[in-house]
T-cell receptor, first 111, second 112 residues
Framework: GENVEQHPSTLSVQEGDSAVIKCTYSDSASNYFPWYKQELGKGPQLIIDIRSNVGEKKDQRIAVTLNKTAKHFSLHITETQPEDSAVYFCAATGGDYKLSFGAGTTVTVRA | NAGVTQTPKFQVLKTGQSMTLQCAQDMNHNSMYWYRQDPGMGLRLIYYSASEGTTDKGEVPNGYNVSRLNKREFSLRLESAAPSQTSVYFC???????????FGQGTRLTVV
Protein backbone atom coordinates (compact mmCIF):
# COMPACT_ATOMS: atom_id res chain seq x y z
CA GLY A 1 0.00 0.00 0.00
CA GLU A 2 0.85 3.67 -0.14
CA ASN A 3 3.20 5.19 2.48
CA VAL A 4 3.15 8.96 2.90
CA GLU A 5 5.77 10.79 4.97
CA GLN A 6 5.35 14.42 6.01
CA HIS A 7 7.82 17.00 7.37
CA PRO A 8 8.10 18.96 9.56
CA SER A 9 5.79 17.82 12.34
CA THR A 10 5.58 21.35 13.76
CA LEU A 11 6.16 24.72 12.11
CA SER A 12 6.13 28.16 13.72
CA VAL A 13 6.18 31.21 11.44
CA GLN A 14 5.88 34.95 11.88
CA GLU A 15 2.70 36.45 10.49
CA GLY A 16 3.32 37.51 6.91
CA ASP A 17 6.07 34.96 6.31
CA SER A 18 5.75 31.83 4.17
CA ALA A 19 5.24 28.27 5.34
CA VAL A 20 6.33 25.16 3.46
CA ILE A 21 5.36 21.56 4.21
CA LYS A 22 6.90 18.65 2.32
CA CYS A 23 5.65 15.12 1.69
CA THR A 24 6.96 12.02 -0.03
CA TYR A 25 5.02 8.98 -1.23
CA SER A 26 5.98 5.44 -2.14
CA ASP A 27 3.50 4.17 -4.75
CA SER A 28 4.52 5.18 -8.26
CA ALA A 29 0.92 4.52 -9.38
CA SER A 30 -0.43 7.31 -7.14
CA ASN A 31 -2.13 10.04 -9.13
CA TYR A 32 -4.12 12.20 -6.72
CA PHE A 33 -2.54 14.35 -3.98
CA PRO A 34 -4.86 16.39 -1.75
CA TRP A 35 -4.01 18.65 1.19
CA TYR A 36 -6.32 18.95 4.18
CA LYS A 37 -6.57 21.48 7.00
CA GLN A 38 -7.91 20.44 10.39
CA GLU A 39 -9.03 22.91 13.02
CA LEU A 40 -9.45 21.94 16.64
CA GLY A 41 -12.40 19.63 17.26
CA LYS A 42 -13.33 19.34 13.59
CA GLY A 43 -12.84 16.92 10.75
CA PRO A 44 -10.21 17.66 8.06
CA GLN A 45 -11.27 19.84 5.12
CA LEU A 46 -9.74 19.94 1.67
CA ILE A 47 -7.81 23.13 0.88
CA ILE A 48 -6.16 22.22 -2.41
CA ASP A 49 -5.36 19.14 -4.50
CA ILE A 50 -3.21 18.26 -7.48
CA ARG A 51 -3.24 15.44 -9.98
CA SER A 52 -0.27 13.65 -11.49
CA ASN A 53 -0.58 15.33 -14.88
CA VAL A 54 0.03 18.76 -13.30
CA GLY A 55 3.27 20.09 -11.79
CA GLU A 56 1.93 23.08 -9.88
CA LYS A 57 -1.41 24.53 -8.80
CA LYS A 58 -2.20 27.78 -7.07
CA ASP A 59 -5.22 29.13 -5.23
CA GLN A 60 -4.75 32.62 -3.81
CA ARG A 61 -2.13 32.31 -1.02
CA ILE A 62 -1.84 28.53 -1.28
CA ALA A 63 0.17 26.59 -3.85
CA VAL A 64 1.09 22.95 -4.27
CA THR A 65 3.94 21.49 -6.34
CA LEU A 66 4.41 17.90 -7.45
CA ASN A 67 7.56 16.12 -8.60
CA LYS A 68 6.51 12.68 -9.83
CA THR A 69 10.04 11.58 -10.64
CA ALA A 70 11.20 12.20 -7.08
CA LYS A 71 7.81 11.20 -5.59
CA HIS A 72 7.43 14.31 -3.51
CA PHE A 73 4.95 17.14 -3.25
CA SER A 74 4.84 20.32 -1.22
CA LEU A 75 2.39 22.87 0.16
CA HIS A 76 3.32 26.55 0.17
CA ILE A 77 1.37 29.15 2.12
CA THR A 78 2.39 32.76 1.49
CA GLU A 79 1.64 35.85 3.58
CA THR A 80 0.55 33.72 6.52
CA GLN A 81 -2.25 34.96 8.76
CA PRO A 82 -3.37 33.90 12.27
CA GLU A 83 -6.28 31.95 10.78
CA ASP A 84 -3.76 29.73 8.97
CA SER A 85 -2.85 28.19 12.35
CA ALA A 86 -4.07 24.58 12.20
CA VAL A 87 -2.93 21.03 11.51
CA TYR A 88 -2.22 20.30 7.84
CA PHE A 89 -2.20 16.84 6.28
CA CYS A 90 -0.92 15.70 2.92
CA ALA A 91 -2.43 12.60 1.36
CA ALA A 92 -2.09 10.40 -1.69
CA THR A 93 -4.29 7.92 -3.47
CA GLY A 94 -2.34 4.83 -4.45
CA GLY A 95 -2.97 2.35 -7.22
CA ASP A 96 -5.53 0.63 -4.98
CA TYR A 97 -7.54 3.91 -4.71
CA LYS A 98 -7.16 4.04 -0.90
CA LEU A 99 -6.51 7.53 0.46
CA SER A 100 -3.43 7.50 2.74
CA PHE A 101 -2.40 10.42 4.94
CA GLY A 102 0.85 11.82 6.29
CA ALA A 103 1.30 12.28 10.04
CA GLY A 104 0.38 15.97 9.95
CA THR A 105 2.09 19.33 10.51
CA THR A 106 0.97 21.68 13.27
CA VAL A 107 1.37 25.21 11.96
CA THR A 108 1.43 28.14 14.37
CA VAL A 109 1.40 31.69 13.02
CA ARG A 110 2.87 34.18 15.52
CA ALA A 111 1.36 37.65 15.56
CA ASN B 1 -27.32 19.21 2.96
CA ALA B 2 -25.80 17.42 5.98
CA GLY B 3 -22.75 15.89 4.23
CA VAL B 4 -21.24 13.14 6.40
CA THR B 5 -22.95 12.42 9.71
CA GLN B 6 -21.35 10.33 12.43
CA THR B 7 -22.93 9.06 15.63
CA PRO B 8 -22.23 9.13 18.49
CA LYS B 9 -19.93 12.12 19.02
CA PHE B 10 -18.54 10.80 22.32
CA GLN B 11 -18.49 7.33 23.86
CA VAL B 12 -16.89 5.68 26.88
CA LEU B 13 -16.62 1.89 26.86
CA LYS B 14 -15.32 -0.63 29.32
CA THR B 15 -12.73 -3.12 28.12
CA GLY B 16 -14.46 -6.02 26.41
CA GLN B 17 -17.65 -4.18 25.54
CA SER B 18 -18.82 -3.92 21.95
CA MET B 19 -20.25 -1.04 20.01
CA THR B 20 -21.01 0.18 16.51
CA LEU B 21 -20.10 3.59 15.14
CA GLN B 22 -22.58 4.80 12.56
CA CYS B 23 -21.82 6.88 9.46
CA ALA B 24 -24.13 8.15 6.74
CA GLN B 25 -23.57 10.43 3.75
CA ASP B 26 -26.12 12.18 1.58
CA MET B 27 -23.88 13.08 -1.38
CA ASN B 28 -24.46 9.88 -3.38
CA HIS B 29 -20.77 9.01 -3.02
CA ASN B 30 -19.42 5.62 -4.00
CA SER B 31 -16.39 5.48 -1.68
CA MET B 32 -16.50 5.54 2.09
CA TYR B 33 -13.70 5.31 4.67
CA TRP B 34 -13.07 4.85 8.37
CA TYR B 35 -9.94 6.42 9.91
CA ARG B 36 -8.59 6.68 13.41
CA GLN B 37 -6.59 9.68 14.56
CA ASP B 38 -4.01 9.42 17.32
CA PRO B 39 -1.57 12.13 18.43
CA GLY B 40 1.51 12.27 16.21
CA MET B 41 0.25 9.53 13.89
CA GLY B 42 -2.06 11.36 11.55
CA LEU B 43 -5.06 9.62 10.07
CA ARG B 44 -4.70 5.89 9.67
CA LEU B 45 -7.08 3.99 7.42
CA ILE B 46 -8.99 1.20 9.17
CA TYR B 47 -11.33 0.03 6.40
CA TYR B 48 -12.41 1.26 3.03
CA SER B 49 -15.43 0.65 0.80
CA ALA B 50 -15.02 1.48 -2.88
CA SER B 51 -18.71 0.91 -3.61
CA GLU B 52 -21.84 -0.59 -2.14
CA GLY B 53 -21.26 -4.25 -1.33
CA THR B 54 -17.46 -4.09 -1.20
CA THR B 55 -15.08 -3.53 1.71
CA ASP B 56 -11.32 -3.72 2.01
CA LYS B 57 -8.79 -3.58 4.84
CA GLY B 58 -6.70 -0.52 5.41
CA GLU B 59 -3.55 -0.02 7.45
CA VAL B 60 -4.93 -0.90 10.92
CA PRO B 61 -7.94 -3.28 10.57
CA ASN B 62 -7.30 -5.60 13.53
CA GLY B 63 -10.06 -5.46 16.16
CA TYR B 64 -12.60 -3.88 13.80
CA ASN B 65 -15.30 -4.98 11.39
CA VAL B 66 -17.31 -2.94 8.92
CA SER B 67 -20.59 -3.15 7.04
CA ARG B 68 -21.51 -1.18 3.94
CA LEU B 69 -25.23 -1.44 4.58
CA ASN B 70 -26.21 0.48 1.44
CA LYS B 71 -24.75 3.33 -0.60
CA ARG B 72 -25.38 5.87 2.18
CA GLU B 73 -24.26 4.00 5.28
CA PHE B 74 -20.94 2.53 6.43
CA SER B 75 -20.69 1.28 10.00
CA LEU B 76 -17.65 0.36 12.08
CA ARG B 77 -17.94 -2.28 14.80
CA LEU B 78 -15.67 -2.97 17.75
CA GLU B 79 -16.47 -6.49 18.93
CA SER B 80 -14.40 -6.43 22.13
CA ALA B 81 -13.03 -2.99 22.91
CA ALA B 82 -9.47 -2.60 24.16
CA PRO B 83 -7.73 0.46 25.68
CA SER B 84 -5.53 0.61 22.54
CA GLN B 85 -8.67 1.52 20.60
CA THR B 86 -9.04 4.77 22.48
CA SER B 87 -8.92 7.31 19.67
CA VAL B 88 -10.86 9.77 17.57
CA TYR B 89 -12.62 8.03 14.70
CA PHE B 90 -13.49 9.77 11.44
CA CYS B 91 -15.74 8.61 8.68
CA UNK B 92 -15.29 10.09 5.20
CA UNK B 93 -16.79 9.73 1.75
CA UNK B 94 -15.81 10.65 -1.79
CA UNK B 95 -17.29 10.25 -5.24
CA UNK B 96 -14.45 7.82 -5.94
CA UNK B 97 -10.90 7.24 -4.73
CA UNK B 98 -9.49 10.14 -6.76
CA UNK B 99 -11.74 12.98 -5.68
CA UNK B 100 -12.22 15.16 -2.61
CA UNK B 101 -13.03 13.26 0.56
CA UNK B 102 -15.54 14.84 2.95
CA PHE B 103 -15.20 14.09 6.64
CA GLY B 104 -17.64 13.78 9.48
CA GLN B 105 -17.14 15.59 12.78
CA GLY B 106 -15.55 12.58 14.45
CA THR B 107 -16.32 10.24 17.36
CA ARG B 108 -14.14 10.50 20.44
CA LEU B 109 -13.96 7.01 21.92
CA THR B 110 -12.41 6.18 25.29
CA VAL B 111 -11.95 2.59 26.39
CA VAL B 112 -11.28 2.17 30.12
Amino acid sequence: GENVEQHPSTLSVQEGDSAVIKCTYSDSASNYFPWYKQELGKGPQLIIDIRSNVGEKKDQRIAVTLNKTAKHFSLHITETQPEDSAVYFCAATGGDYKLSFGAGTTVTVRA
Amino acid sequence: NAGVTQTPKFQVLKTGQSMTLQCAQDMNHNSMYWYRQDPGMGLRLIYYSASEGTTDKGEVPNGYNVSRLNKREFSLRLESAAPSQTSVYFCASSANGNTEAFFGQGTRLTVV
